[in-house]
């Protein structure tokens, strides 16, 4: 369990922020694996993320291929939402954020020089993803090495809001930017 009835509000902010920047350093903390929503004509669209960095000021950072559906997405409407599960604490963590994708400019820059050699094909292919192909082989080839189409997806907090399952009853707590991050219980 994460929080309990009896923690403050500032006690619980502590532990959301850890465990959400414990999900940035640790490949095997729940929150490491993201799942982002975004919005896409009719449907939500909704993918899973690998949690690459959280920041001080509580931005998190995704990396991805620039010719993806998702930032054509976020190019239309930059507001997103990032769920996190804990399966063990069992509490769930939803996150509305506004996004900034950065392509071609300093972040990107900084972070696809740390990216390993053999990882940066990810972001080189011929094709963009989610093209249709004929073999799956096709989905592997190398485009230009030198070209490459990595970008930081980069989401900025506007509310957090956690929600601790429990049998005597569950909690929920709302996070808002806008209030200095002061919290607020709500009905589960």
Known sequence: MLFQNT???EEIWKAVKHELHRGALDVKHPFHWVNLGTVSGEFPSVRT????????????????????????????????????????????????????LHFQNELAAKFWNEIPPHRRSEYTGAQAPGTSISHPQEGWEDGNSSDH????????????E????????HLRVRFSKKADWEGIWLVP
């Open 7 to 9: 923690d403050r509000l």
């Open 49 to 100: 993320l690998v949690l690459r960095k959280l920041t001080q000021e509580l931005d998190f950072l995704f990396f991805t291929d620039y010719r993806s559906e998702k930032c054509r997405e976020l190019r239309v409407n930059q507001n997103v939402t990032l769920h996190f599960y804990h399966p063990k604490k069992q509490v769930q963590i939803r996150v509305k954020a506004q996004s900034n």
């Open 149 to 160: 189409f990595f970008s930081v997806l980069e989401f900025s907090p506007v509310e957090i």
């Open 162 to 169: 956690a929600l601790q399952l429990r049998r005597e009853g």
